[in-house]
Structure formats: C-alpha cells, structure tokens
C-alpha cells in the first residue's frame, strides 16, 4: 500500500472520529440542557426568589428592603430554638424507628416465615393509605372517649382514666410519632428487604460451617451489606420527616401549647396565620441551609454513595 493512500485512509478515520465526537456532543448537549433548564426552572429560580423575599419586611404589603434583619430577629427569638428542638425530636425519633422496625420486619421476613408474602404485601398498606385517612384512623384509636386503647388500657388498669394523646403535653408528640412511624416504617422496610435478599446466601452456609452464631453472621455479614442502604435512608426519611408538614397539623395543628410546632408548621403559621411573608421565608431559608449544611457534612463523613453497590 502506497504512503498516500495511507495518508488518505488515515485523513479519512480520523474524520470519522471527529464527526463521531462531534455527534456524541450534540447527544449530550440535547439531553443535558433540557434538564438544566428544568432544575433552574423548579430549582433554582423558587430558592433564589424566596431567599430573595426574607431580605424584605413585609414582601407583599410593604417591601423594604431589610436585610439580614429578619434572620436576625429569628435566630434572637427564644422560641425559634424550641421549634427546631421540636423539629429535630420528631425527624430523628420517626427516623430511628421506621429503620429499626423496618429492619426487624425486613430480618423476620426473609428468613422465608410463613405468612411472609401476605405480610410482605401488607406492609405496603399503610404508604399508601391517604395522610388524611391515617390522621382519623389513629385519633380514633387514640381517642379518650372511644378510642380502643384507651379502654385496652383502663380495662387492664394500667391508667386510671382515658388520656387524650393528641392533646396533652406528655404524650402529643409520642402520638405524632407513632402515627407517622406507622405510615412510613414500610419504605425502610422494602428497601432492606431487597438489600437482604441481594446477600449471596453462600455467605451464610460458610459462616455456620465456621462455627459463627447468628450474632457474629449479622455482624460480619448482614449489617455490611445494609449499611450503605441504612445510610441512604437516614439521610432521604431524615430530611423528609424534618420537613414534614401534614401528619402535625391535621392532628395537632402544632399543639397543644406549641409541643408540636416544628419549623414547618411555624412558617405555615407566620404565613398565612400572621401574613408576615418576611420571616416565614427566612425561617424557610435556615431550614434550608441547615439541612444543606447538614447533608454537605454527612456525605463528606459517611460517603454513602461508596456503599451500595
């Protein structure tokens, strides 16, 4: 083969490439730019424009330009902390025990129990129950008057009286609580269910035969396949249930006494109860740079994204 026709073969492959590059370019870019466009339209531009807002004080009848004024006087107020406690309180107790009850469920169910597929479908029951219909279905049952719990527990004698769980300082928020671990136990549920039943069951035929008991199998076995999906979904219910909004107020409505107002339920409240759009929006923008900063630190510590394979 002569060198010019080598040369051109050459010329001719490397024409090809570049059209192929460039075409791969343009691939990309159809299908990049359309997302960008829809993050900046429902992203980018709502945060920028509320954050935008809680510099005014009053953004709707009056807006003057205040500042960091509103931020100020909220971090200044006693009560804000209250309702961040409040918030916290909720988000990790309906955390931690969706994921402990979901992974008991999870362990029981794979051991292929009778009655697990009935189980294992009824468990899905509850997600999907309208919000609405758990609220009524737990104030009945929690009711002092009708409620089967509480005659469940005078019968027994356990209380001398019927005690009104959804309006008592004590026991409010522990109803909050158990209504909502009762709705969204099932999503850590499906989600380590599917992670254990992943595991290559060889795994624990060699740790029997080894001699190793069920704790040291959960140990060495179990818990590090799941430990990358416990990570996701401290981090996915966490932010969820700190922002949650409706189970507290169609069953509180953020009492008795504020025992229950969380940072959502007091933006709603400076909203549209107390029409002060300033401050609501900057209690919104702390929620969102505190569950921002709080996420920056948890992927930067636990890397969870490393972990499921």
């Known amino acids: 083969m002569s060198t010019a026709l080598k040369s051109r073969l050459a010329a001719a492959g490397s024409a090809i490439r570049e059209r192929d590059v460039d075409g791969t370019t343009l691939l990309l870019a159809a299908c990049f730019v359309p997302m960008l466009a829809f993050f900046v339209v429902v ?31 909220l971090l200044g107020n006693g009560a804000f902390w ?41 468990m899905i029951f509850p997600y ?5 219909v758990v609220i009524f279905m737990w104030k009945f049952i929690l009711d002092p008057n009708i409620g089967i719990l509480n005659q469940f527990l005078v019968d027994a004698g356990l209380i001398d009286k019927p005690i009104a769980f959804f309006s008592t300082l004590e026991f409010a928020m522990p109803a909050v609580v158990v ?41 060495d076995i179990t818990f590090p396949h799941l430990r990358g999906a416990i990570l996701i979904i401290l981090l996915v219910r966490g932010i969820w249930m700190f922002n949650k909004f409706d189970i507290i107020y169609l069953s ?45 630190v948890y992927f930067r510590a636990f890397a969870p994204e490393q972990e499921v394979a």
């Open 179 to 219: 209504t909502s671990v009762w709705k969204f136990a099932s999503f850590a549920f499906f989600i380590l269910l599917a992670r254990l039943q992943a595991i290559d069951p060889d795994l624990y035929e060699r740790a029997r035969v080894e001699g190793a008991t069920t704790w040291q199998a959960f140990r």
């Open 43 to 73: 992203w980018v531009i709502p945060i920028v424009y509320a954050l935008g807002m809680s510099l005014l004080a009053s953004p709707v009848r009056n807006p003057a330009f205040v500042g960091l004024g509103n931020y100020a006087e």
């Open 128 to 132: 999907l129950l309208p919000t609405l």
């Open 252 to 296: 509180t409505r953020g009492g008795p006494l504020q025992q229950t107002t969380t940072l959502p339920i007091r933006v709603y409240q400076l909203a549209f109860s107390e029409v002060n759009f300033g401050m609501a929006t900057a209690l919104a923008g702390v929620m969102f740079f505190l569950l921002a900063g709080v996420a920056v």
């Open 82 to 122: 209250g309702f961040l406690w409040n918030s916290v309180v909720y988000a990790v107790a309906t955390t931690g025990l969706s994921l402990v009850i979901g992974l008991g469920l999870a362990l029981v169910i794979n051991q292929r129990i009778r009655g697990g597929d009935a189980l294992r479908t009824l």
